[in-house]
């Protein structure tokens, strides 16, 4: 077992720029689950704004509106001081003005008087703010013209309840996509910048003319040769695997394995594992150069990962970008993780699909293995 323990005697010799990199792949998961978590606990909840209310009028219609602003924003009574309103802006104290100008509860049923407002120049909650108003007002002028006094029909304006909402769960998982499948996502940049760089590593150093020509001329077949350099390559992205996974149910344990899909996402990565495999090997036959096996290993682990939805969702790249992506192994396992994020039961034309993307993947790491071979036979009879 010569061949592998030098294997293994080179990967230890990597150890740092492993755990760099795993290092790397958890921060990046932490803080992708942080902000999704945040992203969910705000999706489909309604703003509450910092509101300074001036009431110049003091009229039954300003006092409604204000009780109707209270049920939805932080609503502040204040005088008009422009001044201390503008610092207290400046400051974001408050982040919407509403002024009542005298005499406008009369203005506004008999006319078409607007309130004077002042608000953060493109802020998407001053059109929310906008918004209400502009239902409170145009409320009360529908009641007004009904023959409602002010006093009632602030009443029945604010007597209004809000619609309920319920998610239609078409799809088996609420609308929502699980929070691991984010960690899923990112697990083709940790395989790749590893298996790369480490096999990468080990392969241009054993394919070195010095060292190869020794390995010629030992006892040991170059068959034998070869299975152990496979058994150890396997053992290292098998256990490199296998502590992925192990952060997976450590951050998402229950949750995960509650899914229908965690079979899909096992195979969908160790088929990716296997890709960066024959893309490991591949570079290594490639380079004996330590600093371009650094350029080839960025371009393909940050290159595949910026094209392919890695770390930009498939749904933001262009047309043109996805269309050259499709030639690109990593593509077909974002395009499944995808699909397994969005429907929590893999059904009919849905596992058509991803079983298109793994068997399409394993297409790639056989291309890929079939050149690798063929450079690694040039490289030997010296062509």
Same mark, same amino acid.
């Given at each position: 077992?010569?061949?592998?323990?030098?294997?293994?005697?080179?990967?230890?010799?990597?150890?740092?720029?492993?755990?760099?990199?795993?290092?790397?792949?958890?921060?990046?998961?932490?803080?992708?689950?942080?902000?999704?978590?945040?992203?969910? $606990?705000?999706?489909?909840?309604?703003?509450?704004?910092?509101?300074?209310?001036?009431?110049?009028? &003091?009229?039954?219609?300003?006092?409604?509106?204000? %009780?109707?602003?209270?049920?939805?924003?932080?609503?502040?009574?204040?005088? $008009?001081?422009?001044?201390? *309103? %503008?610092?207290?802006?400046?400051?974001?104290?408050?982040?919407?003005?509403?002024?009542?100008?005298?005499?406008?509860?009369?203005?506004?049923?008999?006319?078409?008087?607007?309130?004077?407002?002042?608000?953060?120049?493109?802020?998407?909650?001053?059109?929310?703010?906008?918004?209400?108003?502009?239902?409170?007002?145009?409320?009360?002028?529908?009641?007004?013209?009904?023959?409602?006094?002010? &006093?009632?029909?602030?009443?029945?304006?604010?007597?209004?309840?809000?619609?309920? !909402?319920?998610?239609?769960?078409?799809?088996?998982? =609420?609308?929502?996509?699980?929070?691991?499948?984010?960690?899923?996502?990112?697990?083709?940049?940790?395989?790749?910048?590893? *298996?790369?760089?480490?096999?990468?590593?080990?392969?241009?150093?054993?394919?070195?003319?010095?060292? %190869?020509?020794?390995?010629?001329?030992?006892?040991?077949?170059?068959?034998?040769?070869?299975?152990?350099?496979?058994?150890?390559?396997?053992?290292?992205?098998?256990?490199?695997?296998?502590?992925?996974?192990?952060?997976?149910?450590?951050?998402?344990?229950?949750?995960?394995?509650?899914?229908?899909?965690?079979?899909?996402?096992?195979?969908?990565?160790?088929?990716?594992?296997?890709?960066?495999?024959?893309?490991?090997?591949? !570079?290594?036959?490639?380079?004996?150069?330590?600093?371009?096996?650094?350029?080839?290993?960025?371009?393909?682990? *940050?290159?595949?990962?910026?094209?392919?939805?890695?770390?930009?969702?498939?749904?933001?790249?262009?047309?043109?970008?996805?269309?050259?992506? %499709?030639?690109?192994? !990593?593509?077909?396992?974002?395009?499944?993780?995808?699909?397994?994020?969005?429907?929590?039961?893999?059904?009919?034309? !849905?596992?058509?699909?991803?079983?298109?993307?793994?068997?399409?993947?394993?297409?790639? =790491?056989?291309?890929?293995?079939?050149?690798?071979?063929?450079?690694?036979?040039?490289?030997?009879?010296?062509?």
């Amino acid at each position: 077992m010569t061949i592998f323990k030098g294997y293994m005697k080179i990967t230890k010799q990597n150890a740092a720029i492993i755990i760099l990199y795993l290092v790397v792949f958890f921060g990046i998961t932490l803080m992708i689950q942080s902000s999704v978590k945040s992203t969910m $606990n705000d999706s489909y909840t309604a703003h509450s704004v910092k509101l300074a209310f001036v009431d110049e009028d &003091g009229g039954e219609m300003a006092k409604g509106l204000m %009780q109707y602003l209270e049920k939805y924003h932080q609503v502040t009574l204040t005088e $008009n001081n422009k001044e201390e *309103l %503008q610092e207290n802006m400046f400051y974001s104290n408050i982040e919407y003005i509403v002024k009542i100008p005298a005499g406008f509860e009369e203005k506004c049923l008999d006319g078409d008087e607007k309130l004077s407002v002042t608000k953060i120049p493109g802020s998407y909650t001053s059109f929310y703010v906008d918004q209400q108003i502009n239902s409170f007002l145009n409320n009360m002028k529908t009641y007004n013209a009904a023959g409602y006094t002010v &006093g009632e029909a602030v009443k029945a304006v604010n007597a209004v309840k809000e619609p309920s !909402v319920t998610m239609l769960d078409s799809n088996g998982n =609420a609308g929502e996509a699980p929070v691991y499948s984010y960690y899923f996502q990112y697990i083709p940049y940790l395989l790749l910048s590893i *298996l790369c760089y480490v096999l990468g590593n080990i392969l241009s150093a054993f394919h070195k003319p010095d060292i %190869q020509k020794r390995m010629q001329a030992s006892a040991v077949s170059a068959r034998r040769q070869n299975m152990e350099a496979l058994l150890a390559a396997s053992v290292f992205g098998l256990v490199l695997w296998g502590i992925s996974m192990a952060g997976n149910l450590i951050l998402y344990g229950k949750e995960f394995l509650q899914s229908k899909n965690v079979p899909y996402y096992i195979i969908n990565s160790l088929i990716m594992l296997v890709v960066a495999l024959s893309l490991a090997y591949m !570079v290594g036959m490639i380079t004996n150069n330590t600093n371009a096996l650094n350029g080839i290993v960025n371009i393909l682990s *940050l290159g595949m990962g910026f094209l392919c939805g890695v770390f930009v969702p498939l749904e933001l790249l262009g047309k043109g970008v996805k269309t050259v992506a %499709q030639f690109l192994p !990593v593509y077909w396992y974002v395009k499944s993780n995808d699909l397994l994020a969005e429907y929590g039961s893999i059904t009919g034309n !849905v596992r058509t699909e991803i079983l298109q993307a793994f068997g399409i993947q394993l297409v790639f =790491a056989a291309a890929i293995l079939c050149i690798a071979m063929v450079i690694s036979k040039r490289k030997r009879l010296g062509t």
